[in-house]
């Protein structure tokens, strides 16, 4: 007999309310697709690594997953539905933040993670005898948010970052002016007092995906030319191998101080060289510079005069 669906309970609601003009100045009622399955991504991501931190229930991940009701039109409106497993304390706590055990509403965990990308922690504090921690922002802002919230936003935070940016997406078209998180549907209306978050194009900006960097080197012998000798700047020596003709930083000492010290360098003279490549990507694009750490051989062409630098000796 297949096993029933485990029951699920929905936690609470959520309407994403795009704000702005359509390229005819009328209300603005739709949006890119790829930018609204951006945002459902970002929505989602963002959900699920909360859960995971346990924020959504006291007895650990409530395998949360967020559900999406059909847009209407006016403003291009989501409709957002958070549900997880049923278990006796999520029920108890439904209700969000006000809730017997204090547990965040989804709205709730946009608005601290957005925060937390526009201001550093100056100071947090565990209050005694609540499952609360007190966060002081560097703009001197207060907020007081639930235990796992806290330890999900100190961690993860170039992924947050990315989540939020999705979820954000469609400001980055110039008719989209803001993004309104509201709680609860958005039929029936919410009420007044219910806050509103409104994200622009500040918090768009940022969570701009920080420049990702990737070092790496490799060490190698080869066999080359010098095809520039700069006796003032070790660092605008020029090497000529088989395959390429580069730059290249000279950091072999001894054999500076030979060249100091008038070891003649022809132009068909060659070197056995040790050199190590430095690689810098950024963004997918890669830089590479080459250091001469030791000159192993210096061979003249036409006879057999064959030398080695002070330091391969030493």
Do not use: C
């Not at 702005?20 to 009622?29: I, P």
């Amino acid at each position: 007999m297949a096993e029933e669906n485990p029951p699920v309970v929905v936690v609470d609601t959520l309407t994403l309310r795009f704000v702005g003009r359509g390229e005819n100045g009328a209300d603005l009622h739709q949006l890119r697709a790829e930018h609204v399955a951006e945002v459902l991504q970002g929505l989602a991501g963002l959900a699920a690594d909360f859960d995971a931190a346990g924020a959504f229930d006291v007895d650990g991940p409530a395998n949360s997953e967020i559900l999406v009701r059909a847009p209407r039109e006016g403003s291009f409106i989501i409709d957002v539905q958070h549900v997880v497993t049923e278990t006796a304390a999520v029920v108890e706590a439904v209700g969000g933040v006000t809730g017997a055990l204090g547990l965040p509403t989804l709205a709730g965990v946009i608005f601290y993670a957005t925060k937390s990308a526009r201001a550093d922690v100056k100071d947090a504090t565990r209050i005694e005898g609540t499952n609360l921690v007190k966060i002081t922002w560097q703009d001197d802002t207060i907020d007081e948010v639930p235990v796992k919230v806290w330890d999900e936003l100190k961690v993860r935070k170039r992924r947050r970052k990315k989540h939020l940016r999705a979820l954000m997406a469609p400001i980055g078209d110039s008719n989209v002016a803001a993004l309104e998180v509201i709680p609860g549907p958005s039929s029936p209306a919410p009420a007044p007092e219910q806050p509103v978050l409104e994200l622009r194009r500040a918090d768009y900006d940022a969570v701009r995906p920080e420049t990702e960097v990737e070092e790496t080197d490799d060490v190698f012998d080869v066999e080359a030319r010098m095809s520039a000798i700069d006796f003032d700047d070790p660092a605008k020596w020029r090497v000529s191998t088989v395959d390429v003709k580069r730059g290249a930083v000279m950091e072999d000492e001894a054999f500076l101080v030979q060249v100091a010290d008038g070891l003649a360098i022809r132009k068909d003279d060659i070197f056995d060289l040790r050199i190590r490549e430095d690689r810098k990507t950024t963004d997918g694009r890669t830089r590479s510079t080459w250091t001469v750490l030791k000159v192993l051989k210096h061979r003249r062409t036409g006879d057999n005069d064959t030398t080695a630098s002070a330091a391969s000796t030493a």
